[in-house]
Structures are given as structure tokens and as C-alpha cells.
């Protein structure tokens, strides 16, 4: 079956289009790099940048990889001075039309009024916000605005909000009940988080999510910021959850006393460039909708059936490479 991974999709509240392979690359610092866009761009699968990037980086890269900025949003939090910096990046570089709104907790009128903030100051972009777990907070949201909603509380890999504040959300759960209740509105929603294999992202499209969006998974690989750490002979990558103690350090000067870190810092093994991973995930995906019968990635929802299972792989010779 020769399957077909590309989506056109026309937002809600936006009315632009995309079409492209909808697997994202998160907007943690150490993935949702300008080199992770130019390489996941190339086959059509999308970036949403970190936010620390200035309006003169923008610019620098805008220039020489016109091309890449279809598959690319920029990101935004709710701080005074994020609006400000986003609307600055968004005048710099007009051919960018998304934009990913991202707190770790969409659940407050902060947000809403940011959402709306953002919506009347921008009606053409793209509006990415989240994260969320809930489908009345979906619809809350895409009626505020919002085209995309991010879906998601504590499955990250370096996450450990779930551990910390006992906050969360079963992830294939979530992304159920969240993709019936934006579809409802004509909205869409992205599946953040959870993914270990391609398996993981196949499951996901399968329970109604329009994108995935994945960090651990992109992790380690050249396009990361960051610099090769060797120990013991063997090479290394930093990646941390963006509420943890590294991040809050690096960006804000550490830890504010009324909250603690909700998120790991480790060490990645080292992965070399993102090619194979993507074309991993893309092989994956290609025989998942081969194996249910999806002639495309749309389909996949009306052919996939969940069972619960105690145990999906055999373990007789240990975890598959990269597990």
C-alpha cells in the first residue's frame, strides 16, 4: 500500500493552511533549535523554536532557509515581556505564521486572556496553545482563539510533574477525550509528550490527535544545542524539561522559592544527526497505517482499536536498541 503521511489541514480561527507531515519537534531549548528545523523541514515535518531566540537571529536564519518557516512557529510564555518579544520576532520575520503559546499549565483566565491577547493583535497566524488535558479547557481555549491546542500534563520523559505536584493526565486518555471535543468546534489538537518509539506516535494519530509533538525522541542528535559530553569513552547529550532546575537556572537565575523543579536533567546518548531518527519515525508510521489498513495519515483514527495489555513487547532478549 503506498500510504501517503502528508495532511492539509485549514485551522478554525486562523483560515491559513498547512499541509506537511504533522510530527513536531518540541520547543525545549535543547530541540526546537533553528538546525533541528532546517533538517525535520526537509521531509515535512514541523518545528516549533524555542523562545530565546532574538528577533536578529530570526531574521538571520529567515533569510537563508525562506522554505524552512512553513514548518515552523515561534514560541511564546505569558510573561510581561513575552508578548512584547514574540510581536517583535513576528514584525522581523513576516513570512512566519505560527505561533505556539506554552505554559505548563493552560488551566488559569491568565492564559485565556493571553490567548485573546494574541489572537486580536495577530488574526492570520496560527495559534498554538496549550498545555491542557481536558476537553472543556480545549474548547475554552479554541473559542478564545486558538487553532491548535497542545495536550499534555506530566508524560514528558524529563517531566516529573506528576511525581511533584501528583498533577496529570493519562496521555492516550487525554488525547481521546481532547480530539472529540475539538473536532466538535472544528479545532485540532497536538498530542505532547508520552512518545518513546514510533509505535507511540502511531498510537496517538490513532486516537485522534492532528499532531504529535515530541522531545525525548529528538533529543541527543547533532541538530541539539548543547555540547557533546564524553564519559567512559562514550558520548553524550544534555536534555532537561524546561521546569526544571537547569532550565530555571539558565533562563531566570534558578528556582523560585514558592515552586520546586518539575523536571529532570539528563544525559542522552549521543545519536548523530536526526535523519535517522526521523526516517525511524516515518517508516513506523508508514507501515502502522499499511497494518490497519489507512491508505493515509487521516484515516488512521477510523481504523485503529485499543486493547488493554499488561505487556506489549517480548522481552526475552531485553529492550529494543534505543529503549
Given at each position: 500500500?503506498?500510504?501517503?503521511?502528508?495532511?492539509?489541514i485549514?485551522?478554525?480561527?486562523?483560515?491559513q493552511?498547512?499541509?506537511?507531515?504533522p510530527?513536531?519537534?518540541?520547543?525545549m531549548?535543547?530541540?526546537?533549535?533553528?538546525e533541528?528545523?532546517?533538517a525535520?523541514?526537509?521531509?515535512g515535518?514541523?518545528t516549533t523554536?524555542?523562545?530565546?531566540?532574538?528577533?536578529?537571529e530570526w531574521v538571520?536564519f529567515g533569510t537563508?532557509n525562506?522554505?524552512?518557516?512553513?514548518?515552523?512557529?515561534?514560541?511564546?510564555g505569558?510573561?510581561?515581556?513575552?508578548?512584547?518579544?514574540?510581536?517583535?520576532?513576528?514584525?522581523a520575520?513576516?513570512?512566519?505564521?505560527?505561533?505556539?503559546?506554552?505554559?505548563a499549565?493552560?488551566?488559569?483566565?491568565?492564559?485565556?486572556?493571553?490567548?485573546r491577547?494574541?489572537r486580536?493583535?495577530?488574526?492570520?497566524?496560527?495559534?498554538?496553545?496549550g498545555?491542557?488535558?481536558?476537553?472543556?479547557m480545549?474548547?475554552?481555549l479554541?473559542?478564545?482563539?486558538?487553532?491548535?491546542i497542545k495536550?499534555g500534563?506530566?508524560?514528558?520523559?524529563?517531566?516529573?510533574?506528576?511525581?511533584?505536584?501528583?498533577?496529570g493526565y493519562?496521555?492516550?486518555?487525554?488525547?481521546i477525550?481532547c480530539?472529540?471535543?475539538?473536532?466538535?468546534?472544528?479545532?485540532?489538537?497536538i498530542?505532547?509528550?508520552?512518545?518513546?518509539?514510533?509505535?507511540?506516535?502511531?498510537?496517538?494519530?490513532?486516537?485522534?490527535?492532528?499532531?504529535v509533538m515530541?522531545?525525548?525522541?529528538?533529543a541527543?542528535?547533532?541538530?541539539c544545542?548543547?555540547e557533546?559530553?564524553e564519559?567512559?569513552g562514550?558520548k553524550?547529550?544534555?536534555?532537561?524539561?524546561?521546569a526544571?532546575?537547569?532550565a530555571m537556572?539558565?533562563?531566570?537565575?534558578?528556582?523560585?522559592?514558592?515552586?520546586?523543579s518539575?523536571?529532570?536533567?539528563?544525559e542522552?546518548?549521543y545519536?548523530?544527526?536526526?535523519?535517522s531518527?526521523v526516517?525511524?519515525?516515518l517508516?513506523?508510521?508508514?507501515?502502522?497505517?499499511?497494518?490497519?489498513?489507512?491508505?493515509?495519515?487521516?484515516?488512521?483514527?477510523?481504523?485503529?482499536?485499543?486493547i488493554r495489555c499488561t505487556?506489549?513487547?517480548?522481552?526475552?532478549?531485553?529492550?529494543?536498541p534505543?529503549?
Open positions: 500500500m503506498n500510504v501517503d503521511l502528508f495532511r492539509e485549514t485551522f478554525r480561527n486562523s483560515r493552511t498547512y499541509r506537511g507531515i510530527v513536531m519537534a518540541s520547543n531549548d535543547t530541540v526546537g533549535t533553528f533541528m528545523a532546517k525535520l523541514s526537509k521531509h515535518l514541523f523554536v524555542h523562545k530565546y531566540y532574538t528577533p536578529e538571520a537563508q525562506k522554505d524552512c518557516l512553513q514548518n515552523m512557529a515561534a514560541s511564546s505569558t510573561g510581561e515581556d513575552d508578548f512584547e518579544r514574540l510581536s517583535n520576532v513576528l514584525t520575520v513576516p513570512e512566519l505564521t505560527f505561533i505556539c503559546l506554552d505554559v499549565n493552560g488551566y488559569s483566565q491568565h492564559f485565556i486572556e493571553r490567548v491577547k494574541v486580536a493583535a495577530f488574526p492570520k497566524h496560527t495559534i498554538i496553545a498545555n491542557v488535558v481536558t476537553g472543556e480545549v474548547e475554552e479554541i473559542l478564545s482563539g486558538a487553532d491548535l495536550v500534563i506530566g508524560p514528558g520523559s524529563v517531566c516529573t510533574t506528576r511525581m511533584k505536584t501528583g498533577v493519562p496521555q492516550l486518555s487525554a488525547v477525550e480530539a472529540d471535543a475539538a473536532h466538535g468546534l472544528k479545532g485540532h489538537i498530542s505532547d509528550g508520552g512518545c518513546t518509539c514510533p509505535g507511540d506516535l502511531a498510537k496517538a494519530f490513532g486516537a485522534g490527535a492532528d499532531f515530541a522531545g525525548g525522541m529528538f541527543g542528535h547533532d541538530e544545542s548543547g557533546i559530553i564519559k567512559n562514550k553524550f547529550k544534555l536534555f532537561y524539561g524546561m526544571s532546575s537547569t537556572k539558565k533562563h531566570i537565575g534558578g528556582v523560585a522559592e514558592y515552586r520546586s518539575e523536571g529532570k536533567t539528563v542522552v546518548p545519536k548523530g544527526l536526526v535523519e531518527t526516517l525511524d519515525i517508516g513506523g508510521l508508514r507501515s502502522a497505517c499499511t497494518y490497519t489498513g489507512a491508505e493515509c495519515l487521516r484515516e488512521l483514527p477510523r481504523r485503529a482499536t485499543f505487556q506489549q513487547l517480548n522481552p526475552m532478549y531485553g529492550p529494543p534505543g529503549m
